[in-house]
């Protein structure tokens, strides 16, 4: 495997598995979700904090009494605790109040994920997230942005650099080869699957689509601080 992008050298360059890398996967999951990302415009809305009961009412939709009693569970037991957990609300299960934190990566993205949902778009927002939900695969992505194509082994060696913050002649071959199979077996197909590359497996090559590059300022915009 050889790299062809002299990033190996970048002084900004950060380890993988950071605390921000972390906290971007956990919002990207929660944001993927087309019922939290409703709940986070209204929270967003309220000046204080805003009971279950009306996140239920805000949800529900003409829904039957049993549906609105399966949606405060999935509330209380889904949505509330992936948004709390992803640091974009204050959840009090026992008082049953929310309120959206201030700080959030939330905030830095509400402009981009209302431009996206006024656009059209080759991919749903849900699956956007999804397929952002993973540094590594962001990595792959925003790799794929600045080349167009590449082989695999030339797309493992660069995000196996972003990864380590190093030079690749001082990564272990053993964890580039990690990279590498990890790309193979799940990041890659699932962004075949997903419109974004074309994948020639028997040639080891990646390329990005039409639908890859169409996506190109969203994808930046929401990787942006984890670049």
Same mark, same amino acid.
């Given at each position: 495997?050889?790299?062809?992008?002299?990033?190996?050298?970048?002084?900004?360059?950060?380890?993988? /598995?950071?605390? #921000?890398?972390?906290?971007?996967?956990?919002?990207?999951?929660?944001?993927?979700?087309?019922?939290? #990302?409703?709940?986070?415009?209204?929270?967003?809305? /309220?000046?204080?904090? @805003?009971?279950?009961?009306?996140?239920?009412?805000?949800?529900?939709?003409?829904? !039957?009494?049993?549906?609105?009693?399966?949606?405060?569970?999935?509330?209380?037991?889904?949505? +509330?605790?992936?948004?709390?957990?992803?640091?974009? @609300?204050?959840?009090? %299960?026992?008082?049953?109040?929310?309120?959206? #934190?201030?700080?959030?990566?939330?905030?830095?993205?509400?402009?981009?994920?209302?431009?996206?949902?006024?656009?059209?778009?080759?991919? /749903?927002?849900?699956?956007?997230?999804?397929?952002? %939900?993973?540094?590594?695969?962001?990595?792959?992505?925003?790799?794929? +942005?600045?080349? *167009?194509?590449?082989?695999?082994?030339?797309?493992?060696?660069? @995000?196996?650099? %972003?990864?380590?913050?190093?030079?690749?002649?001082?990564?272990?071959?053993?964890?580039?080869?990690?990279?590498?199979?990890?790309?193979?077996?799940?990041?890659?197909?699932?962004?075949?699957?997903?419109? +974004?590359?074309?994948?020639?497996?028997?040639?080891?090559?990646?390329?990005? !689509?039409?639908? *890859?590059?169409?996506?190109?300022?969203?994808? #930046?915009?929401?990787?942006?601080?984890?670049?």
């Amino acid at each position: 495997m050889t790299t062809t992008d002299s990033r190996n050298d970048t002084a900004d360059a950060r380890p993988y /598995s950071t605390e #921000r890398d972390a906290s971007l996967d956990a919002t990207f999951d929660a944001l993927g979700n087309r019922d939290c #990302r409703v709940l986070l415009w209204h929270l967003a809305d /309220s000046d204080e904090a @805003v009971v279950v009961d009306d996140l239920v009412d805000l949800l529900a939709d003409e829904a !039957t009494l049993a549906d609105e009693v399966r949606l405060r569970a999935r509330l209380h037991h889904t949505y +509330l605790p992936k948004l709390a957990d992803a640091g974009l @609300v204050e959840y009090d %299960a026992d008082r049953e109040l929310v309120t959206q #934190r201030e700080d959030s990566e939330f905030e830095e993205l509400r402009p981009v994920v209302a431009e996206f949902e006024s656009a059209d778009h080759p991919v /749903s927002l849900n699956t956007l997230f999804d397929l952002l %939900a993973d540094v590594r695969r962001r990595e792959a992505v925003v790799t794929l +942005l600045a080349h *167009g194509d590449l082989s695999l082994p030339d797309l493992a060696d660069e @995000v196996a650099v %972003a990864e380590e913050g190093e030079p690749l002649t001082r990564i272990d071959a053993d964890d580039v080869l990690q990279v590498y199979l990890s790309l193979y077996h799940t990041h890659v197909p699932k962004l075949a699957r997903a419109g +974004l590359v074309d994948y020639d497996q028997d040639d080891d090559y990646v390329a990005l !689509t039409d639908a *890859g590059r169409d996506l190109e300022s969203p994808i #930046r915009s929401f990787c942006d601080g984890d670049d």
